[in-house]
């Protein structure tokens, strides 16, 4: 996947689909960014807004990165598209930032214990899960909250994570997200 640091420059390829955001790591402009962001969210072949979200080892502060974090989810839920979270050792934060979803608002990556699963889900996030999970986090995960990804292993294709997966579930939808 590419990352762009100037959403401007973006030149999506005639029948792929992406998703944009501003990455809690990120180093440059984020006011400038976010207003391109915005710019940029009603492009037919971006479905989706992030990866956005909190992490413990950015440099930029929490306070900013929970700011954008809610600018974001409002953003997506007003053009209607799925949001994809990045959240790295901030997971009260994440609760705490509460924003009312009428899309998916999707914690990708989810590593995490049932207890936790079990907090994001009634507070109406979906969890993404990859390759690496706990397998009691997505056997409490309602087919309607669960999706699935390659990002922590791009070697690996979405069908070989849906085999891996299939032990646990019953119902699966790709995100396809890397
Ligand atoms: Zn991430």
């Known amino acids: 996947m590419d990352v762009l640091e100037d959403p401007m420059s973006f030149r999506p390829v005639a029948g792929r689909q992406y998703s944009a955001g501003i990455f809690p790591l990120f180093a440059g402009d984020w006011d ?29 502060s929490l306070a900013q990165q929970t700011e954008y974090y809610k ?3 409002e953003l997506a839920v007003s053009i209607n598209k799925p ?14 930032a509460y924003v009312p979803s009428s899309v998916p608002f999707i914690v990708h990556g989810f590593r995490g214990k049932p207890q936790l699963a079990e ?17 009691q986090s997505l056997m409490i995960c ?8 390659t990002d922590a292993n791009q070697n690996m294709t979405i069908n070989q994570v849906a ?16």
Not at 83 to 96: F, Q, R, T
């Open 71 to 73: 600018k974001q989810a």
């Open 163 to 178: 085999q891996i997966h299939s032990q646990y579930v019953t119902g699966q939808k790709k995100c396809n997200y890397r």
């Open 119 to 135: 907090q994001l889900l009634k507070k109406g996030f979906s969890l993404s899960f990859g390759p690496l999970f706990n397998p």
């Open 32 to 60: 400038k960014v976010y207003r391109q962001l915005e710019t940029l969210s009603s492009h037919s072949q971006l479905k989706a807004i992030g990866e956005c979200g909190l992490d413990r080892r950015s440099e930029i």
């Open 83 to 96: 949001l994809i979270i990045h959240c790295v050792g901030c997971w009260s934060e994440l609760m705490a």
């Open 142 to 149: 309602p087919p309607e909250r669960y999706y699935m990804e």
